[in-house]
């Protein structure tokens, strides 16, 4: 089990965080939740050995089982306005993509923030997935809980993720150290955050787009009002996608589910843990 004082031991003296380490939760998500509306201050993690609920974006299960990976949900108090706060999880998927490459990872990110890593030309799988939630006090952020899910050592998904999920285990060819890839992701998730808030989105957005999968390439977006086909052309500064469109030009996309529709193929999935 990650433990708390493991977690603090590795981060040092100089980190923020406090740790509320849980062996079994329904999802860290919802520990954050009732941690946030207490009143916690920012800095506080929920990380858990297993969840037995968690999921990703739109809801889709996030397979999370015991001693397999980092599932865990930080709780931030930013200063910003809430239609700023998607740019926490493109920061969040930078902060993890930024991690992984300390660690020997070669990781891209996917619009908008989930980390693949590949499995041959043109094949992607995934590795991490991203979410959060958040409470607004006038057109204000109250607090915003970053989910992050990150496979280390599942190695035997079931059926139906083996063609779109990995792990680090299973891109080592070796164990991988959960610790260790906790407290890298913690380090740069407060960094970046820090920088967010100081000097606004233009690094992080630098870094995005260094990892970004797909630029240049012909993507399919659906979202509620349908499905808009073009070309990617990376985000803009608020975080939001931006596609050129035949006939029309370029539009810019604030969410959505985002398919590879040529080459890439091994990334799309409705599944979890994709």
């Known amino acids: 089990m990650l433990e708390a004082k493991d977690i603090e031991e590795g981060l040092g003296s100089d980190s923020s965080w406090r740790i509320h380490a849980h062996e079994i939760v329904a999802s860290t998500m919802t520990e954050a939740q009732r941690l946030a509306e207490r009143g916690e201050a920012e800095f506080t993690l929920v990380v858990a050995d297993c969840q037995t609920a968690g999921s990703g974006r739109f809801d889709r299960r996030w397979y999370s089982p015991p001693g397999e990976g980092v599932w865990m949900t930080a709780l931030l108090r930013p200063d910003l306005s809430a239609e700023c706060a998607p740019l926490l999880t493109l920061t969040a998927a930078v902060s993890v993509a930024e991690a992984l490459d300390g660690l020997g990872f070669s990781v891209g990110i996917k619009w908008p923030n989930d980390v693949l890593a ?74 970046n955050y820090r920088r967010l808030l100081k000097d606004g989105f233009f690094q992080i957005r630098h870094s995005w787009i260094a990892h970004a999968i797909g630029l240049g390439e012909p993507v399919r977006i659906s979202d509620v009002d349908g499905e808009v086909s073009g070309v990617s052309l990376g985000i803009d500064g608020e975080g939001r996608l931006l596609v050129e469109v035949p006939d029309e030009g370029v539009r810019t996309i604030l969410s959505g589910d985002l398919v590879f529709e040529v080459r890439a193929s091994g990334s799309q999935s409705g599944a979890s843990n994709a």
Do not use: H
Request: with cysteine; net charge positive.
């Open 118 to 191: 590949a499995s041959g030309p043109y094949r992607w799988r995934k590795l991490c997935g991203i979410r959060a939630e958040m409470a607004v006090e006038g057109d204000r952020v109250a607090w915003v809980n970053v989910g992050i899910g990150i496979n280390v050592g599942s190695v035997s998904f079931p059926k139906e993720l083996s063609d779109v999920a990995t792990s680090l285990q299973e891109l080592a060819g070796a164990p991988v150290s959960r610790k260790a890839c906790a407290c890298a992701v913690l380090e740069r998730l407060e960094a």
